[in-house]
């Protein structure tokens, strides 16, 4: 059964930093494209980041791009989004997803994890 697991989410102030972790498990994904996708209330899921687990490439999206940095761990099965000089608009639930192929949109992947909750106060 595959699994894709996030944490590391909470309450920050402006400025400030959290790193999210999803650990994977459930099947091989070495040739996946690991993405974090989030959404907040009332709005559409947005793409954040992504990275291939072969080739470690990695691609963002503009709003995130200098401040987020996606990166992987191949012996953990780990796939992390270190964010740094977090804004209010950062609020959102995170969610850490899976494609068999390079991809930017939500119905591309399919996996999911269950989210977790980032908050920015201003």
């Known amino acids: 059964q595959v699994q894709l697991v996030e944490s590391g989410g909470g309450l920050v102030q402006a400025g400030g930093s959290l790193k999210l972790s999803c650990a994977a498990s459930?099947?091989?994904?070495?040739?996946?494209?690991m993405g974090w996708f989030r959404q907040a209330p009332g709005k559409e899921r947005e793409f954040v980041a992504h990275?291939?687990?072969?080739?470690?490439?990695?691609y963002y999206a503009n709003s995130v791009k200098g401040r987020f940095t996606i990166s992987k761990d191949n012996a953990q099965n780990t796939v992390y989004l270190q964010m740094n000089s977090l804004k209010p608009e950062d609020t959102a639930v995170y969610y850490c997803?899976?494609?068999?192929?390079?991809?930017?949109?939500?119905?591309?992947?399919?996996?999911w994890g269950q989210g977790t909750q980032v908050t920015v106060s201003s």
């Open positions: 459930g099947r091989t994904f070495s040739r996946y494209t």
């Open positions: 990275i291939t687990w072969s080739s470690g490439n990695t």
């Open positions: 997803a899976a494609a068999p192929l390079l991809a930017l949109t939500p119905p591309q992947y399919d996996y």
